[in-house]
């Protein structure tokens, strides 16, 4: 299956009172890159949501977002410091007689002086709370996976349409090739015999430079090859495995062999096939820079 490194994912459940969201998103990047931002109550997991991720992906700068939500207050207990509550009591008395002005206190003005009132959590139970997050985590994976095979497979529709063009291109550039020595040979013969006029052409000179020419100028290997990378990449294309890397070898060798084709080959007509093929593979090649 092939896969974009770009996608996105979210999800959210509510799970033992708690209200989780998670949310993945990626671009691309040469090697697997992770990030996150999560509770400072989570930081705990980081190590093990990283390692969920790269078991599923293999390449591309991912983020996760991580927030969770107490549904019910349960878990949490409001305690009073009446010690201190009383301290603070007395000193108001005292600069009310102090200052003779009216001692308005009342219970609310004093829940608002620091540490009167603590609100404590319960303990967290790291074990519970790693295997909702855990879960919510899959999920947001799963909706993330399936946006990168959906592209992915849309990239690889358009290589192929691609590789098919290019193919054509290469069965031009060898019917084009064909007859060059033989045009090359009339061509030899005409200017010399204009040259010579009435003397006599030495044909074994003719087929010799002939032969060197087509030595110089035959591109059969290279189309040869070229026909086998194609071949190649449809192949690849079809693997269920991360294919980016291949790809981006096999596709330097495809700029290679057109590029010996364009050095050998000076027949306009064929130099514009090249062209065409080198616009064709530089297409791809950003396809596949997106490749996981």
Not at 107 to 123: I, S, W
Not at 159 to 174: Q, T
Not at 193 to 207: H, K, Q, T
Not at 238 to 247: A, S, T
Request: negative net charge.
């Amino acid at each position: 299956m092939i896969l974009s490194m770009t996608g996105f994912g979210r999800a959210s459940a509510v799970l033992n009172g708690r209200e989780i969201a998670v949310e993945l998103r990626s671009v691309n990047a040469r090697y697997f890159e992770y990030s996150s931002r999560i509770p400072r109550s989570c930081s705990f997991m980081d190590g093990q949501l990283k390692k969920l991720l790269n078991s599923r992906i293999t390449r591309g700068k991912v983020e996760l977002s991580l927030t969770i939500q107490n549904v019910d207050r349960t878990d949490t207990a409001v305690t009073v410091d009446l010690e201190l509550a009383r301290s603070y009591q007395q000193a108001l008395r005292d600069l009310a007689e102090d200052l003779c002005v009216k001692n308005d206190l009342s219970a609310g003005m004093l829940a608002r002086f620091p540490d009167v009132l603590a609100a404590r959590h319960a303990d967290v139970d790291e074990d519970q709370l790693w295997e909702d997050v855990a879960s919510v985590t899959r999920q947001a994976l799963d909706r993330f996976m399936e946006m990168r095979a959906a592209e992915g497979q849309k990239m690889k529709e358009d290589i192929l349409s691609r590789l098919d063009y290019i193919e054509e291109c290469v069965g031009k550039i060898e019917a084009q090739s064909a007859g060059r020595v033989e045009q090359y040979t009339r061509r030899l013969y005409e200017k010399l015999r204009v040259l010579l006029e009435d003397r006599n052409i030495d044909d074994a000179r003719v087929l010799t430079e002939a032969a060197i020419f087509a030595d110089k100028t035959a591109v059969d290997e290279e189309t040869v090859r070229l026909r086998s990378h194609l071949a190649q990449y449809r192949s690849i294309l079809e693997m269920d495995e991360p294919v980016g890397r291949k790809l981006d070898f096999l596709t330097q060798e495809l700029n290679r062999e057109t590029n010996t084709i364009g050095s050998k080959c000076q027949d306009l007509d064929i130099t514009r096939v090249v062209v065409d093929v080198k616009a064709e593979i530089e297409k791809i090649r950003e396809q596949i820079q997106n490749l996981e």
